[in-house]
């Protein structure tokens, strides 16, 4: 059992920028590590995603250009937003699978998940 635990988020304004962090108790099964996420009424949504020993990166396009994911160490991960805006406002997940076939963006090919985040940009 992989668990994930995230921190950072908050409130921020348009244009600002925040970072936000997941560690996991163990990457050793692990081929995915990624972040989504869910704003109020809205479909859980693929922001980006890392193939775990490779480096090989992914991003969703509302996101590609502003977001960058950063791989720490072995066993942690940051996102780092800049540019953001109100659509960016949502429960910010990361998420962890041991399939070496998982669709990157698919939500249901994850097995671990992060308690989630929020992150709220006021305009």
């Known amino acids: 059992q992989v668990q994930l635990v995230q921190s950072g988020g908050g409130l921020v304004q348009a244009g600002g920028s925040l970072r936000l962090s997941c560690t996991a108790s163990?990457?050793?099964?692990?081929?995915?590590m990624s972040w989504f996420r869910q704003a109020p009424g809205k479909e859980r949504e693929f922001v980006g995603g890392?193939?775990?020993?490779?480096?090989?990166l992914y991003y969703g396009d509302s996101v590609r250009g502003r977001f960058t994911i950063n791989k720490v160490d072995e066993n942690t991960m940051y996102l780092e937003m800049n540019k953001l805006n109100t659509e960016d406002t949502a429960v910010y997940y990361c998420?962890?699978?041991?399939?070496?076939?998982?669709?990157?963006?698919?939500?249901?090919?994850?097995?671990?998940w992060g308690q989630g985040t929020q992150v709220t940009v006021s305009s």
């Open positions: 163990d990457t050793f099964s692990i081929y995915y």
């Open positions: 890392l193939r775990w020993s490779l480096g090989r």
């Open positions: 998420a962890a699978s041991p399939i070496w076939s998982t669709e990157v963006s698919s939500a249901a090919d994850y097995r671990y």
